[in-house]
């Protein structure tokens, strides 16, 4: 156990759709990232926050956005959900330079 | 070509065996260089993670960096069956978890 939670766990969907992904970051843990794993893509970094602010974007989508609460857990809001949005939906966390820890992820399906 | 090249694979080893795992890299302003092991439908395990060039060893996994040749190497001791996975090497620039370039893993079964 990572020590990284991600709810939910799966999440099937239609298009046009909007849903949010939660992660819970490590105890301590200031920085929170988003990573997508798609089969013909790999992970893929998408945003990254720090203790609630927004430190480096990778390649995410306009119709993606992210947030950090001051309690330090994290929201993954995905609108006007696509078919090819369908994917593993990672959250990491690490204090700063040190290792980041993936939770199990959120399985999103669009259908 | 992408930025981190790694064999998908799959790779099949008899138990016991000695499994050597590697990623090529373009990007010499890597520094942080990591493995993750992944399970099927499992979030990414870290088992590695090295900043400079030479070895760092941990119970049955060594990790090899060499910037020289942009080149890192995961080796498995006494390979298990339960260390059939997939392993994803994955680099930065800036340490953490920020922006980690991941190879596309490489599929790794290890039978009895």
């Known amino acids: 156990d990572s020590g990284v939670t991600q709810t939910p766990k799966h999440l099937i969907t239609a298009t046009g759709q909007r849903v949010t992904l939660r992660c819970s970051p490590r105890?301590?843990?200031?920085?929170v990232y988003w990573y997508q794993q798609s089969l013909d893509q790999g992970l893929q970094f998408l945003i990254q926050?720090?203790?609630?602010?927004?430190?480096a974007k990778g390649n995410i989508l306009e119709r993606f956005s992210a947030q950090q609460f001051p309690d330090l857990h994290s929201e993954l809001n995905l609108s006007s959900l696509e078919l090819g949005d369908s994917a593993l939906y990672f959250c990491a966390s690490s204090v700063v330079t040190d290792e980041a820890f993936f939770g199990q992820g959120t399985r999103l399906t669009v259908v | 070509q992408k930025e981190v090249e790694q064999d998908p694979g799959p790779l099949s080893v008899p138990e016991g065996a000695i499994v050597s795992l590697n990623c090529t890299y373009s990007n010499s302003a890597f520094q942080y260089f990591m493995w993750y092991r992944q399970y099927s439908r499992k979030g990414p395990e870290l088992l590695m993670y090295t900043y400079s060039s030479g070895n760092k060893e941990d119970g049955r996994f060594t990790a090899q960096v060499d910037k020289s040749s942009k080149y890192i190497s995961l080796f498995i001791r006494d390979s298990q069956p339960s260390d059939s996975a997939t392993y994803l090497c994955?680099?930065?620039?800036?340490?953490?978890?920020?922006?980690?370039?991941f190879g596309t893993g490489t599929q790794l079964k290890v039978e009895l």
């Open positions: 926050y720090y203790n609630g602010e927004e430190r």
């Open positions: 105890s301590g843990d200031l920085s």
């Open positions: 994955a680099m930065s620039v800036a340490g953490g978890g920020n922006k980690l370039t």
